[in-house]
C-alpha cells in the first residue's frame, strides 16, 4: 500500500505539470508566433515480483514475468514547430515566415536570439526591432549586419519593401536601393531550441543554426500561434479527469491503510 500511495502521487504531480504545459497554452492562444508545448510522460523503473517471498503462481509453463510500476514522471517538454495561421495586417513591419526558420534578432547584451513573431516596427534611431528593441538581423553582401544604432540606412514604416526571399530595399530620394536581406535561420533536429521568455529562442547546446532555405518572406503579414484552443480545451478535461482517478486511488489507499492498522490494535 505504501506503493499504491506513492505511486497515485506521483501520478498527480505529472498530471498537474501537463495541466501547467495546457494553461501555457491557452494563455497564449493570441501571442504572435507562438508555438504550443506539450509534456511526454515516462514510466519510472519496475521491479519483478517473481523472486523469493512473494506468492507468485508459478502454473502454466509459459507464465509472464509480474512487474510492479514505481510511478511515473514527465520528460522534457517539446515544442510543436507547426506553422501558425498566416493573417494580413497591411503593415509594411509586420513579417511572416512561410515556410521553416526564425528570424535572427540582436539583444541588448548583442546576444542572438530567435523568433517567430513578426510584429516588427521602427525605434527612434531608424532601426527595425521587435516589441522588446532587439533589432532584426538584416545583412550585406559582406555578412554584416546593417540594422544597427550606427548603420548606413535609418528606415521607417514607409521606406521599405521585403521581397519573398527577405531581400530589403530601401528608398533613397527617388531611387530604391539594395540594403541587405533579412537573415533566417533554422536549427538543425526536432525540438532543437529553447524558449528563453518573450516569444524568444536560442539552440541548445550542440544544436547548430543554418541559414534556412525553405521559406518566403511575406510583409504585411503576421503569423499567429499554432495553438487550437479547441483542442486544448479537450486535453485538459482527460487531463483533469486523470488527475481525479489518481487522487481516488489515494483516497482508497489511504482508507486500506486505516482499515490494515486498526486490524493490529
Known amino acids: ?62 507464465k509472464a514475468t509480474l512487474q510492479n510500476g514505481t510511478g511515473v514522471r514527465t520528460g522534457e517538454w517539446t515544442r510543436d514547430s507547426t506553422q501558425g495561421q498566416l493573417t494580413q495586417s497591411s503593415l509594411s513591419t509586420d513579417l511572416a515566415i512561410d515556410g521553416s526558420g526564425y528570424f535572427e534578432v540582436t539583444q541588448p547584451d548583442n546576444s542572438k536570439a530567435y523568433t517567430r513573431a513578426g510584429n516588427f516596427q521602427t525605434d527612434a534611431n531608424g532601426t527595425i526591432v ?27 514604416k514607409d521606406n521599405f519593401k521585403v521581397d519573398a526571399n527577405g531581400n530589403v ?43 534556412s532555405k525553405d521559406y518566403s518572406v511575406m510583409q504585411g503579414y503576421i503569423e499567429k500561434s499554432n495553438v487550437d484552443v ?21 483516497k482508497t489507499a489511504d482508507e486500506m491503510w486505516q482499515m490494515a492498522n486498526n486490524l493490529q490494535k
Open 1 to 62: 500500500m505504501l506503493r499504491l500511495l506513492s505511486n497515485a502521487q506521483s501520478a498527480m504531480a505529472e498530471q498537474q505539470e501537463k495541466l501547467d504545459a495546457i494553461s501555457n497554452n491557452i494563455s497564449n492562444a493570441n501571442t504572435n508566433g507562438y508555438k504550443k508545448v506539450d509534456a511526454n510522460f515516462k514510466d519510472l523503473v519496475y521491479e519483478t515480483l517473481d523472486r523469493n517471498g512473494y506468492p507468485v503462481s508459478t502454473k502454466g509453463a509459459g
Open 130 to 156: 521587435d516589441d522588446k528593441g532587439n533589432r532584426l538581423s538584416i545583412l550585406d553582401g559582406q555578412g554584416n549586419n546593417i540594422n544597427t544604432l550606427n548603420g548606413p540606412y535609418k528606415f521607417n
Open 169 to 211: 530595399s530601401i528608398k533613397q530620394g527617388n531611387l530604391s536601393i539594395q540594403a541587405g536581406k533579412i537573415k533566417i535561420s533554422d536549427a538543425i533536429g526536432d525540438n532543437s531550441m529553447i524558449s528563453i521568455g518573450d516569444n524568444l529562442y536560442t539552440p541548445k547546446p550542440g544544436a547548430t543554426m543554418v541559414q
Open 230 to 250: 479547441a483542442t486544448e480545451m479537450s486535453d485538459m478535461l482527460v487531463t483533469q479527469r486523470a488527475f481525479q482517478l489518481s487522487s481516488t486511488t489515494l
